[in-house]
């Protein structure tokens, strides 16, 4: 299994980006999925996932109103709506999958991170 992320750049403060994640491989079910970012020198943290039956979303504080998320089942893909993006959205995304496999148990998966910056 792998997550692939992309749509990451440079982006002007007030500016948007969407970012995509997309899940390949053999496995049975995504539980829960979400995107996490990591600034420079800072600890990872949540920034919007949908967790518990896999339809409740949750957000970060810092960007409740202005980012979305949201997925398609179909093609096993998440997105992050970004709007009026500010410098201290500048990090790098990670999206991250907990999976139910084929072996009947469940594991989490990293992507390798698309990189946000934005400037003043």
């Known amino acids: 299994v792998q997550l692939q992320a992309s749509g990451g750049g440079l982006v002007q403060a007030g500016g948007s980006l969407r970012l995509s994640c997309a899940t390949s491989g053999s496995f049975f079910r995504i539980n829960t999925v979400g995107w996490y970012r990591q600034a420079a020198g800072e600890q990872r943290e949540l920034v919007a996932g949908?967790?518990?039956?896999?339809?409740?979303?949750s957000y970060g504080d810092s960007v409740k109103g202005r980012f979305a998320i949201s997925r398609d089942n179909a093609k096993n893909a998440v997105y992050l709506q970004m709007n009026n993006l500010e410098p201290g959205d500048t990090a790098v995304y990670y999206c991250?999958?907990?999976?139910?496999?084929?072996?009947?148990?469940?594991?989490?998966?990293w992507g390798q991170g698309t990189l946000v910056t934005v400037s003043s």
């Open positions: 949908f967790f518990g039956n896999g339809d409740s979303t």
């Open positions: 991250n999958a907990n999976i139910a496999t084929l072996a009947g148990g469940s594991q989490c998966y």
